[in-house]
């Protein structure tokens, strides 16, 4: 019984081509951390970059979500199969 409660507040993510969980209502940002990823975009000379204020403001968590560049991270709730690039892959 606990189980099927917490399978129902987890939702499946893509994180850089990996299946990962996250707590469902959860914001992306949250997610990244949990899992120990404090990178949201790689800056011009290559310094990542993470989510600073978290509500919406330094524009620090920019990160590509289901291919949508540019979604603030702190400002966005997990859904279940979202797909989401960090960049770090790319830095
Ligand atoms: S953490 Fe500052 S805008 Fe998202």
């Known amino acids: 019984m606990q189980n099927e409660i917490d ?3 987890m939702v499946e ?13 959860s914001s992306v940002v949250a997610a ?3 899992l120990d990823l404090l990178h ?3 800056a011009l000379d290559g310094t990542p970059r993470f989510a600073v204020c978290g ?3 330094c524009q620090e968590c920019r990160i590509c979500v289901n291919g949508q ?3 603030l991270a ?3 709730r ?5 797909v989401i690039a960090t960049g770090r892959l790319a830095a």
């Open 7 to 9: 399978d129902a507040a």
């Open 13 to 25: 993510l893509l994180v850089d081509g990996c299946p990962v969980r996250a707590a469902a209502g």
């Open 32 to 34: 990244l951390a949990e």
């Open 40 to 42: 949201t975009r790689t």
């Open 55 to 57: 509500m919406g403001v």
């Open 69 to 71: 560049p540019h979604v």
């Open 74 to 76: 702190c400002r966005t």
């Open 78 to 82: 997990c859904r279940s199969g979202m």
